[in-house]
């Protein structure tokens, strides 16, 4: 059964455009939900993380929205550019961090802005 | 970026044949990690270590085996690979379990 489950699949928005990419989750002990961005050839990089104590959280021109009774969070990208093409990848892992940062991800989300 | 380095890149391989990938880094990470991307399903743990010859299960571990004899060197094993495991495989490492910073890939082929 697939834990993190993300949407759209893929999503084409114009340059200045708004990206917005949607997870659900079903595990509550999760407690680390991370967003990895990937360009083709490349491995995941890690773009902005939150932790469930906050419902909302800021780097730039990226944000992350928590919604801890609805088990959902979701990755906003604002004034989109096309170096923003990517794939990006929700995940979610819980505690126990002497057993390592064990994450489950999303399907992922093929993002293309059109300029 | 993160000192990892896998190898091979690039590997086409036939049915029933045994397959080694490895994963070197410089960082001394306490955690290495293995992990296949295929469509649709992002990516998912293969297996995982959080120290020297001391390796645990994911959540896709059936059909592949590790070892990690030095902090520097984790490898992941495919004793009889089949075409189910054409994928793309990452290996990622990271220190006091937390960011986890990603290898480029090493894609396998099994014809």
């Known amino acids: 059964q697939q834990q993190v489950k993300q949407s759209p699949q893929s999503l084409i928005v114009q340059k200045g455009g708004i990206s917005i990419i949607n997870c659900a989750y079903e595990n509550t002990a999760f407690d680390y939900f991370p967003w990895y961005q990937q360009f083709p050839g490349k491995g995941p990089a890690l773009l902005i993380a939150i932790r469930p104590d906050v419902s909302e959280k800021k780097e730039g021109r990226f944000t992350i929205s928590f919604n801890k009774s609805a088990k959902q969070f979701s990755l906003h990208i604002m004034d989109s550019q096309p170096g923003d093409s990517a794939t990006y990848f929700c995940?979610?892992?819980?505690?126990?961090?002497?057993?390592?940062?064990?994450?489950?991800f999303g399907g992922g989300t093929r993002v293309l802005v059109k300029p | 970026d993160a000192g990892i380095t896998q190898s091979p890149r690039h590997k086409v391989t036939e049915t029933g044949t045994p397959v080694t990938l490895r994963c070197h880094q410089t960082?001394?990470?306490?955690?290495m990690y293995w992990y296949r991307q295929d469509p649709g399903h992002g990516l998912r743990l293969i297996h995982y270590s959080y120290g020297v010859k001391d390796t645990d299960k994911g959540e896709v571990s059936d059909g592949y085996s590790v070892s990690r004899s030095k902090t520097e060197d984790f490898l992941l094993t495919l004793e009889s690979a089949t075409s189910s495991q054409t994928s793309v495989y990452f290996c990622?490492?990271?220190?006091?379990?937390?960011?986890?910073?990603f290898g480029e890939g090493s894609r396998l082929t099994v014809l």
């Open positions: 990622a490492i990271s220190e006091r379990g937390g960011e986890l910073f």
């Open positions: 960082e001394n990470h306490r955690y």
């Open positions: 995940a979610a892992s819980r505690g126990n961090k002497a057993a390592g940062n064990k994450l489950t």
